[in-house]
């Protein structure tokens, strides 16, 4: 089974805004840069992946062991437009870049627990959000991150006709997007 990812990284710079009131702009920076470097080393030391794909708005972002598709659109339009550029054949796994404590061993977890028939989806911890999707590419639907995403996506499951299943693995679901999120994560962020 060939698996490519997908991850979407806004610049640093603008990375993090709902932190402005705990992390000055360059700790904001670093930290998101942080985030996306383990997130990637996890997946590379997972050997899950054929490709990684990042999926940003900054042109000069390039990290050893990944390709860079650059576009200025909106979230859920840039990852459509990643998807079709690199026509992946088999497996699309989307996973955002803010999971500090993610190891090789849960994204391992997460393609053993892979079905086929399926959309196999990761909530947030609180079942707002969506984390990551995995899923055949021949399934054809439309793309909902952001607010409230998680029910979005079932709604939109449900008008295709596909079935889902969530997937509960902790380190997957635990994101970073608030103050009290940075509380209880920063412990996983190297450096």
Same mark, same amino acid.
């Given at each position: ?9 806004? &610049? ?10 705990? *992390? ?17 080393? $996890? ?17 000069? *972002? ?12 909106? *979230? ?19 996973? /955002?870049?803010?999971?500090? $404590? ?22 947030? $911890? ?9 899923? /055949? ?26 079935? /889902? ?5 902790? $380190? ?11 509380? &209880?994560?920063?412990?996983?962020? &190297?450096?």
């Amino acid at each position: 089974m060939g698996i490519s990812a997908f991850i979407p990284v806004k &610049k640093f710079s603008d990375s993090k805004l709902r932190l402005t009131s705990i *992390l000055n702009p360059e700790e904001r920076e670093q930290l998101a840069s942080k985030m996306v470097n383990q997130t990637i080393d $996890a997946l590379k030391d997972s050997n899950i992946c054929n490709s990684i794909t990042l999926v940003t708005n900054d042109p000069n *972002l390039h990290i050893d062991g990944t390709e860079t598709f650059v576009t200025k659109s909106l *979230l859920n339009d840039c990852l459509a437009e990643a998807i079709l550029f690199c026509k992946p054949k088999d497996i699309i796994l989307i996973m /955002h870049a803010d999971l500090p $404590a993610i190891k090789k061993f849960d994204l391992q977890k997460l393609k053993d627990c892979f079905n086929n028939d399926v959309i196999n989806i990761v909530s947030d $911890a609180k079942e707002k959000g969506t984390n990551c999707l995995m899923f /055949h590419s021949s399934m054809s639907f439309e793309l909902k991150f952001g607010l409230n995403s998680f029910q979005l996506f079932l709604d939109e499951f449900s008008s295709k006709n596909y079935k /889902h299943q969530n997937i509960m693995i902790n $380190a997957l679901k635990d994101d970073l997007d608030s103050e009290e999120d940075y509380f &209880k994560l920063i412990k996983y962020v &190297k450096g």
